[in-house]
């Protein structure tokens, strides 16, 4: 799986929308990009997944560069429940499956 | 709510020690994975199964084994342990190996002294 890179912080006040990069210039064609979140005790939570169109859902939208090669989370009314770390992920779909997690984005969203 | 179980919540063991970690996953999926959290790090793949075949290894020696149950519950097994197995330790379950969505436990925090 191609490895992605992400940027160690990110701050975020309460009610803006939060805008977390993720690298992956070495992504195939046949590679999903994911995002997963971390609350603090708690397990890996899905958030979203596209291969090269936006996708958005009831969590968050994402955007990805027409090259595929960098992609965006959006969060766009953050809340303070928001905070956590956010991991960039790229996949394949096929065999078994597994999720390489790199270190993420520790979001902080403050009131 | 993810539905994924796991038990017990915290452990404590000495060097050398062998230990089971347990995993109840969400109803209806059939295939579970094990990852390893070590502190301030993302987690690290250790093994999937799936319909009780283990079917995915990540580097883990084999002191590392598990057992998947014909209702799809899981155990983890560490042998031998040593102090650098002290972490959170994950379970996940999906609909199938091929699953977009992995739905994951809160996990089992290991300390190793």
């Known amino acids: 799986d191609a490895k992605t890179t992400q940027p160690p912080s990110m701050d975020c006040a309460e009610g803006r929308a939060a805008n977390l990069p993720c690298n992956h210039s070495?992504?195939?064609?046949?590679?999903?990009v994911y995002w997963y979140r971390q609350i603090h005790s708690q397990g890996p939570q899905y958030i979203i997944h596209?291969?090269?169109n936006n996708e958005t859902n009831e969590m968050a939208s994402l955007i990805i560069t027409e090259d595929r090669k960098s992609s965006t989370l959006i969060l766009p009314h953050a809340t303070l429940r928001d905070t956590a770390v956010y991991y960039c992920?790229?996949?394949?779909?096929?065999?078994?499956?597994?999720?390489?997690f790199g270190k993420g984005t520790m979001l902080l969203v403050s009131p | 709510e993810t539905g994924v179980t796991q038990s017990p919540t915290h452990l404590i063991k000495t060097r050398g020690q062998q230990v089971t970690l347990r995993c109840s996953s969400q109803?209806?999926?059939?295939?579970v994975s094990w990852y390893q959290q070590a502190l301030g790090q993302g987690p690290q793949f250790i093994f999937q199964?799936?319909?009780?075949?283990?079917?995915g290894r990540g580097n883990f020696p084999p002191r590392f084994s598990g057992l998947q149950f014909p209702n799809y519950s899981s155990e983890l097994n560490v042998n031998a342990l040593e102090l650098d197995d002290s972490a959170l330790y994950l379970c996940?379950?999906?609909?199938?190996?091929?699953?977009?969505?992995?739905?994951f436990g809160s996990g089992t925090q290991l300390s190793v002294l």
């Open positions: 996940a379950s999906s609909l199938s190996g091929t699953s977009e969505k992995l739905f």
């Open positions: 070495t992504i195939s064609g046949n590679e999903y």
């Open positions: 596209g291969l090269k």
């Open positions: 992920i790229v996949r394949v779909h096929s065999g078994y499956s597994t999720l390489t």
């Open positions: 109803s209806g999926h059939n295939t």
């Open positions: 199964y799936y319909r009780e075949e283990e079917n």
